[in-house]
């Protein structure tokens, strides 16, 4: 059981997306999911996160269970990774068959993050914060710091998690969709089968 988290986005209007995988780091170790196991890149100015995501998808242990966390901002081409680059949907679905991992569950926080159900493969699993048309939306707005410290699906997802138990897919992404008001989450792949924990521990 291992875990990635991409903080695709880094600019100062963004501390947001930091925030989202921190909080995906702390529930994953609560949760029971090794500290050596979670790796969190975030993008830097080499603007190579894309190679950086495909090397640690490919290098996970066939057989093995993978969670990917994305935030960023996005568009109909996947997530900006930098200023020539982005990570898309036919990328990430090449780098987890090269992987051989046996189950995959991605989570997208990004507008039009729907378009990623093209990722959604056999043993592949895909939530998205938004459908392919439509924005995501930030929330929790520090009026102190003049910051948003989170985003509303990255918020339903940690809530569900913070829940506990194991619920399969379905009723975690039925949770998480009744959290989220102004985007409309969607679930792709054949999520038969498949729990919470089998991702997440717990």
């Given at each position: 059981?291992?875990?990635?988290?991409?903080?695709?986005?880094?600019?100062?209007?963004?501390?947001?997306?930091?925030?989202?995988?921190?909080?995906?780091?702390?529930?994953l170790?609560?949760?029971?999911?090794?500290?050596?196991?979670?790796?969190?890149?975030?993008?830097?100015?080499?603007?190579?996160?894309?190679?950086?995501?495909?090397?640690?998808?490919?290098?996970?242990?066939?057989?093995?269970?993978?969670?990917?966390?994305?935030?960023?901002?996005?568009?109909?081409?996947?997530?900006?990774?930098g200023?020539?680059?982005w990570?898309?949907?036919?990328?990430l679905?090449?780098?987890?068959?090269a992987s051989?991992?046996?189950?995959?569950?991605?989570?997208?926080?990004a507008c039009?993050?729907?378009?990623?159900?093209?990722?959604?493969?056999?043993?592949?699993?895909?939530?998205?914060a938004?459908?392919t048309?439509?924005?995501?939306?930030?929330?929790?707005?520090d009026?102190?710091?003049?910051?948003w410290?989170?985003?509303?699906f990255?918020?339903?997802?940690?809530?569900?998690?913070?829940?506990?138990?194991?619920?399969?897919?379905?009723?975690?992404?039925?949770?998480?969709?009744?959290?989220?008001?102004?985007?409309?989450?969607?679930?792709?792949?054949?999520?038969?089968?498949?729990?919470l924990?089998?991702?997440?521990?717990?």
């Open positions: 059981m291992s875990a990635l988290l991409v903080v695709a986005s880094s600019g100062p209007a963004d501390v947001r997306f930091a925030h989202d995988a921190a909080a995906q780091d702390r529930l170790r609560l949760r029971g999911v090794r500290a050596d196991r979670i790796v969190l890149l975030a993008r830097d100015r080499t603007d190579d996160l894309d190679a950086r995501v495909r090397q640690a998808i490919e290098s996970e242990p066939a057989g093995s269970s993978l969670y990917v966390y994305i935030a960023g901002h996005g568009d109909t081409r996947g997530v900006r990774s200023p020539r680059s990570l898309t949907p036919a990328m679905r090449a780098a987890l068959a051989h991992v046996s189950h995959a569950l991605v989570a997208v926080e039009e993050s729907g378009v990623f159900g093209r990722a959604a493969t056999r043993g592949v699993v895909v939530l998205t938004a459908r048309n439509e924005s995501s939306f930030a929330s929790r707005y009026q102190r710091t003049g910051e410290l989170g985003d509303e990255s918020d339903a997802l940690a809530s569900v998690l913070r829940a506990g138990g194991s619920p399969t897919l379905a009723q975690a992404y039925s949770r998480i969709a009744s959290g989220v008001w102004s985007s409309h989450p969607q679930l792709y792949g054949n999520a038969r089968g498949l729990r924990g089998d991702f997440f521990g717990g």
